[in-house]
């Protein structure tokens, strides 16, 4: 790619070095003290980092492509019943009648009579609680929808945190670590470690995690601040997604109704979604 003229090449090759795995923990940690001490030259450095991070690399679409088609079978496969076989039942093998003769007949028939409808009512019970732990084991139309349109949100802004514990969310949001990211990226925000646009990917975590209460608490709060419109279109598509996860299809509705056709990819999306929960 094409280097930035106003970054010093040797941090740009660090930099290149850190995401290809070559950069050592040691040159890592000074790499971070630098950016930490330097503030113009870290704005520089997530400028580089932004153009690295949306796709100049060599298939870096690609890459994306497959973890959101692998993120997509996952979900497909996680929504499918499990199979059980289970023993064999087995099956009563009724004597032969004994040859009539006195006082036998009525006396030998009626037990096997009574085992027959035994048997009978055993299967129907069977069939019955099989039928209902296989509806209870069915996910709700609404998540799996919410699941299905669930995808990855690319992340703004430098990595190289100098707080590790910020670090950490931030990687394990990258990862698609959702449970592990939600609460750390929360927490650097609250505590002024990280900027507050990461409140957006806590929440997207909070989805993703399938923490819709969570999910809806933090976006809510990200739209209502106002200080993100860029966003808006973006939060009101993962706060439909939680609202989905919660059976709220009205609400769901209404976030996605919401958003404006100046976005093109997420006003798609919402569109498809709408049109596949006519049938909710």
Not at 7 to 35: C, F, N, T, W
Not at 108 to 118: D, F, I, K, N, Q
Request: hydrophobic residues 40%.
């Amino acid at each position: 790619m094409n280097a930035d003229a106003d970054l010093p090449e040797d941090v740009q090759e660090k930099i290149d070095a850190y995401y290809a795995g070559d950069l050592s923990p040691a040159d890592a940690d000074s790499l971070r003290h630098q950016l930490n001490q330097d503030h113009a030259l870290a704005s520089l450095a997530a400028d580089y980092e932004a153009i690295l991070r949306h796709g100049v690399r060599p298939d870096a679409a690609a890459l994306t492509e497959r973890e959101r088609m692998r993120g997509h079978f996952h979900r497909l496969e996680s929504g499918l019943p499990p199979v059980d076989a289970g023993e064999p039942v087995p099956v009563p093998v009724t004597p032969a009648a004994p040859a009539p003769g006195p006082g036998l007949g009525r006396s030998r028939r009626a037990p096997r009579r009574v085992l027959s409808r035994w048997w009978i009512a055993a299967a129907a019970a069977a069939v019955i609680f099989l039928a209902v732990g296989y509806l209870l084991e069915q996910p709700d139309p609404g998540a799996r929808l919410a699941g299905e349109y669930f995808e990855f949100l690319g992340r703004d802004g430098m990595k190289l945190s100098p707080s590790d514990r910020a670090q950490e969310g931030v990687e394990a949001y990258d990862a698609r670590q959702y449970d592990r990211a939600y609460p750390l990226l929360l927490e650097g925000v609250r505590n002024e470690i990280l900027e507050p646009v990461n409140l957006i990917y806590a929440g997207v975590s909070a989805v993703g995690a399938d923490r819709p209460a969570e999910a809806r608490t933090v976006l809510t709060e990200v739209l209502a601040s106002g200080d993100f419109p860029e966003y808006a279109n973006t939060v009101r598509y993962y706060l439909a997604l939680a609202e989905l996860q919660t059976s709220d299809t009205a609400a769901a509705r209404a976030y996605l109704e919401a958003i404006t056709p100046d976005d093109p990819p997420i006003y798609e999306k919402a569109a498809g979604l709408l049109s596949r929960m006519r049938g909710l």
